[in-house]
């Protein structure tokens, strides 16, 4: 089950791939991280999805990583007395406080406080982006607006404000109870949805308190305007498209990507792209060749991990979808301009310790020809910042937590493996040696690269760099 690619593959589970049998498919297919998207799984739903994907992870003997993503404030227009209205541009429109019916003229919105933070000339999107209204005057518990772009407006459409900073956090009630599940169930990441400010990702990690990893998604334009705040708080975060592409202006969008796989790269911090990577997939069997564009630009761009949403939750292809995404990573990281450009994206190493030997590691291991960098993690920073300099030769992580190595899942180039910590610098060069040999990373007679932090077991200390040979016996001398 070792991954000859080094990005990461995630999978959204749903209908059509919660099955115990799918499940095992997806990860045969190249699925290294399960998405369960709490925005339509219950707590009953999510915990026996958990147990599937535990159960699969036994059978192949393979960390699988889990991420539970949350649903943030949703804004939604209330229910009209007839299902729907038609918008033309130029007419007046109002959102109200009011609960009665919505009609041509007006309609609820359910959220007071959202109701007082709108400014004249702030925008409101509807529908995805599909409607867009102009704030024209605001008080009174009710925005008057005038329809910039019109269309069908039906019951509980969704509603964006790309100009307004909202006073609610994007922690809300729900989200609250759906983390504390997530939590109890083990699972090894939380994506926290609709971020506007740094102070989100503090209020999550207080809840969570190092029991799983903090993943912040990027979909707003407030987000954007502070995201090294946030990315410097954050474990990992994910760039999600879809919302972002709302928003925002959409030809921003691709710019924006490449800018945040670069911030991701000089921190240090694992990067999802997602949504709407291989669309085509949900009813296709194939996908169209900007969509393999598209995920081929993300793998190029050096993103630790790459995403399928409706693709393999609902379509009618899930296992397909991932088997293609696999082949196009697989097909870009040999193609002969990948190291080049992955080179040329390099961040230069921080000031400390562990980046220092990361960097070298790099170095020595690339002009060594060495076989393998093996790097021994508690917290899974060493591994990470050894998979920040993308060397060219395959990463080993050992961990004594199970925890680390499930949550390195989703972290570039990274293959990992549980096992103790070694008891003394002997058994720390033997053990990387027969690790690498059994994972099929190195032969006898190679050589291989050993970071790790002395003394042994020292969370986050990665001062040490050695080169070892594997022996006949698969042990190590240095």
Same mark, same amino acid.
Request: hydrophobic share 45%; aromatic share 4%.
């Given at each position: 089950?070792?991954?000859?690619?080094?990005?990461?593959?995630?999978?959204?589970?749903?209908?059509?791939?919660?099955?115990?049998?799918?499940?095992?498919?997806?990860?045969?297919?190249?699925?290294?991280?399960?998405?369960?998207?709490?925005?339509?799984?219950?707590?009953?739903?999510?915990?026996?999805?958990?147990?599937?994907?535990?159960?699969?992870?036994?059978?192949?003997?393979?960390?699988?990583?889990?991420?539970?993503?949350?649903?943030?404030?949703?804004?939604?227009?209330?229910?009209?007395?007839?299902?729907?209205?038609?918008?033309?541009?130029?007419?007046?429109?109002?959102?109200?406080?009011?609960?009665?019916?919505?009609?041509?003229?007006?309609?609820?919105?359910?959220?007071?406080?959202?109701?007082?933070?709108?400014?004249?000339?702030?925008?409101?999107?509807?529908?995805?982006?599909?409607?867009?209204?102009? =704030?024209?005057?605001?008080?009174?518990?009710?925005?008057?607006?005038?329809?910039?772009?019109?269309?069908?407006?039906?019951?509980?459409?969704?509603?964006?404000?790309?100009?307004?900073?909202? !006073?609610?956090?994007?922690?809300?009630?729900?989200?609250?109870?759906?983390?504390?599940?997530?939590?109890?169930?083990?699972?090894?990441?939380?994506?926290?949805?609709?971020?506007?400010?740094?102070?989100?990702?503090?209020?999550?990690?207080?809840?969570?308190?190092?029991?799983?990893?903090?993943?912040?998604?990027?979909?707003?334009?407030?987000?954007?305007?502070?995201?090294?705040?946030?990315?410097?708080?954050?474990?990992?975060?994910?760039? =999600?498209?879809?919302?972002?592409?709302?928003?925002?202006?959409?030809?921003?969008?691709?710019?924006?990507?490449?800018?945040?796989?670069?911030?991701?790269?000089?921190?240090?911090? !694992?990067?999802?792209?997602?949504?709407?990577?291989?669309?085509?997939?949900?009813?296709?069997?194939?996908?169209?060749?900007?969509?393999?564009?598209?995920?081929?630009?993300?793998?190029?761009?050096?993103?630790?991990?790459?995403?399928?949403?409706?693709?393999?939750?609902?379509?009618?292809?899930?296992?397909? =979808?991932?088997?293609?995404?696999?082949?196009?990573?697989?097909?870009?990281?040999?193609?002969?301009?990948?190291?080049?450009?992955?080179?040329?994206?390099?961040?230069?190493?921080?000031?400390?310790?562990?980046?220092?030997?990361?960097?070298?590691?790099?170095?020595?291991?690339?002009?060594?020809?060495?076989?393998?960098?093996?790097?021994?993690?508690?917290?899974?920073?060493?591994?990470?910042?050894?998979?920040?300099?993308?060397?060219?030769?395959?990463?080993?992580?050992?961990?004594?937590?199970?925890?680390?190595?499930?949550?390195?899942?989703?972290?570039?180039?990274?293959?990992?493996?549980?096992?103790?910590?070694?008891?003394?610098?002997?058994?720390?060069?033997?053990?990387?040696?027969?690790?690498?040999?059994? =994972?099929?990373?190195?032969?006898?007679?190679?050589?291989?690269?050993?970071?790790?932090?002395?003394?042994?077991?020292?969370?986050?200390?990665?001062?040490?760099?050695?080169?070892?040979?594997?022996?006949?016996?698969?042990?190590?001398?240095?």
């Amino acid at each position: 089950m070792r991954r000859l690619r080094r990005v990461k593959i995630v999978a959204t589970l749903g209908p059509a791939s919660n099955s115990e049998k799918v499940i095992e498919d997806l990860a045969r297919a190249g699925a290294d991280v399960f998405r369960i998207n709490m925005s339509h799984a219950s707590h009953d739903l999510m915990r026996e999805t958990v147990a599937k994907i535990r159960s699969v992870e036994r059978l192949l003997s393979h960390p699988l990583g889990i991420l539970v993503d949350l649903q943030g404030p949703k804004l939604r227009v209330g229910k009209f007395a007839e299902g729907a209205v038609q918008l033309v541009a130029g007419q007046k429109f109002t959102l109200d406080s009011s609960d009665a019916p919505g009609t041509k003229d007006r309609v609820n919105l359910p959220h007071s406080e959202i109701i007082e933070s709108v400014s004249v000339g702030d925008r409101l999107l509807l529908d995805d982006g599909k409607l867009q209204l102009k =704030a024209t005057r605001v008080g009174g518990g009710a925005i008057e607006t005038e329809v910039i772009y019109g269309g069908k407006l039906s019951d509980r459409k969704g509603v964006s404000l790309p100009d307004t900073l909202l !006073p609610v956090g994007a922690l809300t009630e729900k989200d609250h109870d759906d983390l504390l599940a997530g939590l109890a169930a083990d699972c090894d990441w939380v994506a926290l949805s609709f971020v506007q400010r740094p102070e989100d990702i503090i209020d999550v990690r207080k809840i969570v308190q190092g029991r799983a990893g903090v993943m912040a998604k990027i979909e707003k334009p407030q987000a954007v305007e502070r995201l090294e705040e946030i990315i410097k708080l954050c474990d990992a975060f994910m760039i =999600a498209r879809g919302d972002l592409g709302v928003e925002m202006p959409i030809e921003q969008v691709p710019g924006l990507q490449k800018r945040m796989i670069r911030v991701a790269r000089r921190y240090g911090k !694992p990067v999802v792209v997602a949504t709407q990577m291989l669309e085509s997939m949900i009813s296709s069997p194939v996908p169209t060749r900007a969509e393999v564009s598209d995920v081929s630009i993300a793998v190029f761009e050096g993103a630790d991990a790459i995403m399928l949403s409706a693709e393999s939750a609902s379509g009618q292809y899930p296992v397909e =979808a991932v088997t293609m995404m696999n082949k196009v990573a697989m097909a870009v990281e040999s193609d002969v301009n990948y190291r080049g450009i992955i080179r040329a994206q390099a961040a230069e190493p921080e000031a400390t310790a562990a980046d220092a030997i990361s960097a070298a590691t790099r170095q020595v291991a690339e002009t060594l020809d060495l076989a393998a960098i093996v790097t021994y993690t508690s917290s899974g920073s060493t591994a990470i910042r050894a998979a920040r300099e993308r060397p060219s030769k395959p990463i080993l992580a050992l961990s004594p937590n199970q925890r680390t190595v499930r949550r390195l899942s989703v972290v570039w180039g990274v293959h990992c493996v549980e096992s103790p910590d070694a008891v003394n610098l002997e058994d720390m060069v033997d053990r990387a040696c027969i690790i690498a040999y059994q =994972a099929a990373l190195a032969r006898p007679g190679d050589r291989i690269a050993i970071t790790a932090g002395i003394p042994l077991g020292t969370p986050g200390a990665t001062n040490m760099l050695r080169i070892a040979f594997v022996r006949q016996d698969g042990a190590g001398s240095s």
